[in-house]
């Protein structure tokens, strides 16, 4: 990564880590690591409000018991509801929105990946 930036991360367990950190990563918390398997880069990824609500951030574990190379780490949260028949289709086209949302995702991640930018 040429011109990379170095972040130092303060830990418990390994005092001081200093990592390249990626041109896409939102920072670090103020407060130390407890554990440098912890260290991690992330950023959030903006998703349209909808009756699905899915929360996406962008994650790298480089220091993970298995490290994890940039990754999308995505909750959905999927309020229970009781839908008459027009609710409930409104209901399944806002699930068909986030399945393309999510695959649309998937395809700037292998761009990331390949050594592309976000």
Known sequence: MTGARTVVVPTLDHGDVTLPEP???AGHAEG???YRADVHHAAPVPVPAGLVDVDVELV????G???VPVSIHVEIVIPG???APDGLRE???GLVERAALLRELADRLAVLRAGGVW
């Open 32 to 34: 130390p690591a407890e």
């Open 81 to 83: 509801a009781t839908l």
């Open 23 to 25: 041109a896409w990563c």
């Open 91 to 93: 209901y399944a086209a």
């Open 65 to 67: 018991g298995t490290p």
């Open 60 to 63: 790298a574990f480089p220091y």
